[in-house]
């Protein structure tokens, strides 16, 4: 399926004929994406999240909105460009950019959309094999380390990373060794009878599976805790999960089995 591109200010247009000098994510890294599960046209599980994170973004980078495009009147859209009767569920990328002219400044702040939809192939919750601690990137916090930006130096030198080591996923660390999140996923596991996530405050990415989850765990009961912890600290835990917009996945010690009884229903 090809990308679309849509400018607030005119109409759908090929992305060919988007000049490639005007896109500031391409230039500067000016942007942002949005990455998520569609089981049909009408529905994403986890919307309200999906839409709460591009709201974040949008204000955190200033960039123009418009004003009679709500939390409604965007998912109506979605939609709408989604195609019908598909038999699998839809992965859906969308890359907002600033567009225009200028330098570091823009000279104007026009919001661009590239739109991309692919059949998804894997299950929502699946087992893995191998994971291993990243050994050429660390993790570091600033004002904007949460934000999915078209510039991921990190992620993309970790995905690198995780090819050339033949890894499932790296759980990715500070510079001082805590744990913060895998090579495209946030991180959650399970130790002495305890369910953990790493303390939201040592960086990275803002997931909205995570927040899903916990939102499924506060409503259920099941108790968990926010910590500092370190590879060799969570290495013989009983299970790893790692979590995205698309699915779950876990790693298991030999003689444990995949938690269903602390997810939500994800076979809709």
């Known amino acids: 399926m090809?990308?679309?591109?849509?400018l607030?200010?005119?109409?759908?247009?090929?992305h060919a004929d988007l000049p490639l000098f005007e896109n500031r994510s391409f230039?500067?890294?000016?942007?942002?994406?949005?990455t998520m599960r569609w089981s049909n046209p009408e529905y994403c599980l986890l919307w309200d999240f999906h839409w709460s994170r591009i709201q974040k973004s949008i204000l955190a980078l200033k960039f123009p909105w418009p004003t009679n495009w709500d939390k409604d009147h965007f998912f109506e859209f979605i939609s709408s460009q989604l195609p019908q009767n598909q038999e699998k569920d839809l992965r859906v990328k969308l890359i907002f950019f600033r567009n225009g002219p200028g330098r570091y400044a823009p000279e104007t702040s026009k919001i661009a959309l590239w739109f991309?939809?692919?059949?998804?192939?894997?299950?929502?919750?699946?087992?893995?094999q191998t994971i291993k601690k990243a050994e050429s990137v660390f993790i570091s916090k600033n004002q904007f380390s949460w934000v999915k930006s078209t510039s991921a130096l990190e992620y993309v030198m970790a995905g690198i990373e995780r090819m050339n080591r033949k890894?499932?996923?790296?759980?990715?660390?500070?510079a001082e060794g805590f744990v913060v999140e895998g090579s495209y996923s946030f991180i959650f596991w399970f130790q002495n009878g305890q369910l953990f996530l790493p303390d939201s405050n040592l960086g990275g990415l803002q997931s909205c599976m995570r927040k899903f989850l916990m939102h499924h765990w506060d409503e259920n009961k099941i108790s968990y805790s926010e910590v500092k912890s370190t590879w060799e600290e969570i290495q013989n835990a009983d299970w790893?999960?790692?979590?995205?917009?698309?699915?779950?996945?876990?790693?298991?010690?030999?003689?444990?089995?995949i938690p269903f009884y602390m997810l939500p229903d994800f076979n809709l």
């Open 27 to 34: 230039l500067f890294g000016d942007g942002f994406f949005e």
């Open 240 to 257: 790893i999960g790692f979590g995205c917009g698309t699915g779950l996945r876990f790693w298991l010690q030999a003689g444990n089995s």
């Open 167 to 174: 890894a499932d996923d790296l759980v990715l660390c500070t």
């Open 116 to 128: 991309e939809i692919e059949p998804v192939t894997q299950a929502w919750i699946q087992p893995i």
């Open 2 to 6: 090809k990308p679309i591109h849509l």
């Open 8 to 14: 607030w200010s005119g109409d759908w247009i090929a």
